[in-house]
């Protein structure tokens, strides 16, 4: 469990990176028009990660719970398989996704990859269990917790900020533009 944690961990810090880097600053994609779709996707994608980083390093998803935990690892794949697609549309205005995201986004699915073959079988033994989400067996290191809660904190206001300039809401381009983001 706790390998699969620290490649969480990593996935979070180059997701966080791609983020800042790749959508807010090099692409505006609160400023973009046309990029309401890719938001809205990224908004349910750190809503996903929200829950999984916040409480995955500290409760065991046993029975029913367990297929609620699968069911938010699929939704996760589904959301970056439809992200991929939607993606190439936004971006041609700019001249398509950057090479160096493209780059990023394949190291970050290796990760997931990394991360859910050392899950799976953890979610398996738990889906046996009675139903119930209690604190781990196996010990986590208290800074693990930490790192991860700081990732839930922070993938959840990302998703709150892409929710809203994906809403078109006033100020929802902030900093980049004050024309906001159209259909």
């Given at each position: 469990?706790?390998t699969a944690l620290?490649?969480?961990?990593?996935?979070?810090?180059?997701?966080?990176?791609?983020?800042?880097?790749?959508?807010?600053?090099?692409?505006?994609?609160?400023?973009?028009?046309?990029?309401?779709?890719?938001?809205?996707?990224?908004?349910?994608?750190?809503?996903?990660?929200?829950?999984?980083?916040?409480?995955?390093?500290?409760?065991?998803?046993?029975?029913?719970?367990?297929y609620v935990l699968?069911?938010?690892?699929?939704?996760?794949?589904?959301?970056?398989?439809?992200?991929?697609?939607?993606?190439?549309?936004?971006?041609?205005?700019?001249?398509?996704?950057?090479?160096?995201?493209?780059?990023?986004?394949?190291?970050?699915?290796?990760?997931?990859?990394?991360?859910?073959?050392?899950?799976?079988?953890?979610?398996?033994?738990?889906?046996?269990?009675?139903?119930?989400?209690?604190?781990?067996?196996?010990?986590v290191p208290e800074?693990?917790?930490?790192?991860?809660?700081?990732?839930?904190?922070?993938?959840?206001?990302?998703?709150?900020?892409?929710?809203?300039?994906?809403?078109?809401?006033?100020?929802?381009?902030?900093?980049?533009?004050?024309?906001?983001?159209?259909?």
């Amino acid at each position: 469990m706790t390998t699969a944690l620290w490649l969480l961990a990593v996935q979070g810090a180059i997701g966080a990176f791609d983020t800042v880097y790749y959508h807010e600053w090099r692409a505006r994609l609160p400023a973009l028009p046309g990029a309401r779709a890719e938001l809205r996707l990224h908004a349910l994608r750190a809503l996903v990660y929200a829950a999984l980083f916040a409480l995955l390093p500290r409760v065991e998803w046993r029975g029913a719970w367990a297929y609620v935990l699968a069911s938010l690892l699929a939704a996760e794949v589904f959301i970056t398989l439809r992200d991929f697609v939607v993606e190439d549309a936004v971006r041609a205005p700019l001249g398509g996704v950057f090479a160096g995201e493209r780059t990023t986004h394949t190291l970050m699915a290796i990760i997931y990859g990394a991360m859910l073959a050392n899950l799976l079988p953890v979610l398996n033994a738990w889906r046996h269990q009675s139903t119930a989400l209690v604190p781990h067996t196996e010990v986590v290191p208290e800074g693990l917790v930490w790192v991860l809660t700081l990732m839930s904190a922070g993938v959840a206001l990302s998703g709150l900020r892409d929710a809203y300039a994906a809403l078109g809401l006033p100020g929802g381009a902030w900093p980049w533009a004050s024309a906001g983001v159209k259909a």
